[in-house]
């Protein structure tokens, strides 16, 4: 598809990366022959998301607004969703099995913490990591509350690595610990990490 809608009523794709990305929901299925799609919700922000403010879906690695013109729930944790300039069942299907995302700056600080409540995973996802000496380490893409070893799992950044890696062109996540003694600074309004990384971890 590779086009997003806007207001004004055409199509238009983005070519610009979103600074801090919440995944929010899964498109499961086209509802209807309308262009309708029933979602399955990660969390509540879309739910709460005002209407005025694009989400994004990836296509080609790009995320592509789009502007939801009906929204309704459907069941415990689902929904369906009718996006604006898409109007028929061909368009709907191209959707199926996407996420949702919104940038951070959409949600109210209310709802960013109660999802940092709800679910620590989803509410990391996009910060970024940054070492003691500054240098971006990568962004969170998941969070595993191990017992006694919480971690975060980055996606590494250019030029950065894990020490078990066999080659350079390796770019698989990171796992690194996530504990109180390792974290330097939190920003939560520029979704920024900066941590005492562990020796022996990564290597640039």
């Avoid at 996006?83 to 191209?94: G, K, P, T, V």
């Avoid at 999802?115 to 995973?121: H, K, P, T």
Wanted: charged fraction near 25%.
């Amino acid at each position: 598809m590779g086009a997003g809608a806007e207001r004004g009523g055409r199509l238009s794709a983005n070519s610009g990366k979103l600074e801090n990305p919440i995944a929010v929901a899964h498109i499961v299925k086209s509802y209807n022959t309308n262009g309708e799609v029933v979602v399955k919700l990660t969390n509540d922000l879309l739910e709460d998301l005002e209407r005025k403010e694009p989400v994004f879906i990836y296509f080609d690695e790009l995320p592509v607004p789009f502007f939801i013109e009906k929204f309704s729930t459907k069941g415990n944790s689902g929904a369906v969703i009718k996006f604006d300039n898409i109007n028929d069942l061909a368009h709907s299907e191209e959707l199926v099995k996407r996420k949702i995302f919104i940038e951070a700056s959409s949600a109210t600080s209310e709802a960013l913490e109660e999802l940092a409540q709800e679910d620590m995973g989803a509410y990391l996802s996009g910060f970024v990591l940054f070492d003691e000496n500054g240098t971006e380490i990568g962004r969170v893409t998941d969070y595993y509350d191990y017992p006694n070893n919480p971690c975060i799992e980055i996606e590494p950044a250019e030029g950065v690595r894990s020490s078990f890696s066999d080659s350079e062109d390796d770019n698989s996540p990171i796992l690194i610990p996530f504990q109180e003694q390792f974290i330097i600074a939190f920003d939560p309004e520029q979704r920024k990490i900066q941590m005492e990384i562990p020796s022996g971890l990564i290597v640039f």
